[in-house]
């Protein structure tokens, strides 16, 4: 079986990782003011010229820089795009975990003007990353989905008189991702991901409803969303990998929504034109591998059979039993194995040690090879 040198590789990971001691203690004090700003900087990037390390010790082809210059996944990126400011939301989840379930209303965002994008965003985490990533390593880099902009808050969070259109907003919206990575790509980013909740989310009835409650349109939003990721991607370089991550919502072992990929499949995979799809595949709330046969040609599908949900391992052989069930609806050739999201969403975000960490990791490397003769 032909091997990959280009990524998603076999053995792959959604991005962030556990925020070690040191560097949440540091942010804290930045925060009480018991620490100057200008040192936050180089304890984050010790911090990351270690984690690089240790992913290259455990067999990875790529390197993130485990999310460790940002608070959360996407808050940190997005309330830097110009007049998208912070807001409460309307839009009401569920949290599910093994302790229960408990309701959140989690912070949103509203456009309050024009978009812009004052400067680069991640360009300079980047450009670190890459300083430090060793030959034969690929540096990978993730921001999340443009959709969140609008997701939580709908048409009444965005400023009508600076968008009594909204066909303006998304194309503003989708301008500011393009000169993002048109920058990304400039400092020799070839492998991004973008972190799309949302599409999943549509597969859960009762977050559909939550929408309709919004004033939003659950059969209708998922192809506005797909057309807004297509002009986000847009002008990228051809040999520039891009993915998508698709999640059912991950912090501290919860979780949001349930329901398989059958909703959105068709369009998933063949109406957005990125490289590759990161699935959340760790639980029954994921449904069947069955949408996999929508998955064409060409592209590849990460199976998150690891979770990261729990420090639980799971063994080679059941997720070898996994991987030949899922290449009944799509090619082995066109398969890949990673955990279903990332170890650490946001500070206080994991449900494990740094120990367990590495362990799933090296599950994940051990598998691959075992199953694709990744050398």
């Not at 929408?211 to 051809?238: F, Q, S």
């Amino acid at each position: 079986m032909p091997q990959r040198d280009k990524p998603p590789f076999r053995a792959d990971h959604v991005g962030s990782l556990i925020r070690p001691g040191a560097l949440i203690k540091a942010r804290e004090a930045v925060e009480k003011g018991e620490l100057a700003p200008a040192e936050l900087p180089r304890i984050q990037h010790a911090a990351i010229r270690d984690v690089v390390r240790l992913q290259q010790e455990i067999g990875l082809k790529l390197a993130t820089d485990g999310e460790y210059n940002r608070h959360s996944w996407q808050r940190d990126f997005l309330l830097r795009i110009g007049n998208v400011k912070p807001m409460a939301s309307k839009l009401m989840v569920r949290f599910h975990s093994a302790a229960g379930t408990r309701d959140h209303t989690p912070p949103s965002l509203q456009v309050v003007g024009k978009l812009s994008r004052p400067r680069g965003i991640f360009v300079d985490d980047f450009e670190f990353l890459a300083s430090i990533t060793p030959a034969g390593v690929t540096p990978k880099i993730t921001i999340p989905s443009p959709t969140i902009v609008h997701f939580r808050g709908g048409r009444e969070a965005i400023d009508a008189r600076a968008y009594p259109q909204m066909e303006a907003f998304y194309d503003d919206l989708a301008a500011v991702y393009r000169a993002e990575i048109r920058d990304l790509a400039a400092a020799g980013c070839r492998y991004l991901q973008i972190d799309e909740v949302n599409l999943a989310y549509l597969c859960d009835p009762e977050l559909r409803r939550q929408v309709a409650n919004i004033g939003e349109d659950p059969e209708t939003l998922p192809r506005t969303y797909a057309k807004l990721l297509n002009a986000a991607t847009a002008d990228r370089p051809a040999d520039m990998t891009v993915c998508v991550h698709l999640c059912r919502g991950n912090f501290a072992g919860a979780w949001i929504a349930e329901g398989g990929y059958e909703p959105i499949a068709e369009l998933l995979f063949n109406e957005i034109g990125v490289d590759g799809y990161f699935l959340e595949y760790d639980s029954e709330r994921a449904g069947s591998f069955a949408p996999l046969r929508f998955l064409p040609k060409g592209k590849i599908a990460v199976l998150g059979l690891v979770t990261t949900k729990s420090p639980k391992m799971e063994s080679k052989d059941e997720l070898k039993r996994r991987i030949e069930e899922a290449s009944r609806y799509a090619p082995i050739e066109q398969l890949a194995l990673s955990p279903q999201c990332g170890f650490s969403s946001g500070i206080g975000g994991q449900a494990m040690t740094v120990d367990d960490e590495i362990a799933k990791l090296k599950l994940v490397v051990e598998t691959a090879r075992q199953v694709w003769g990744e050398a």
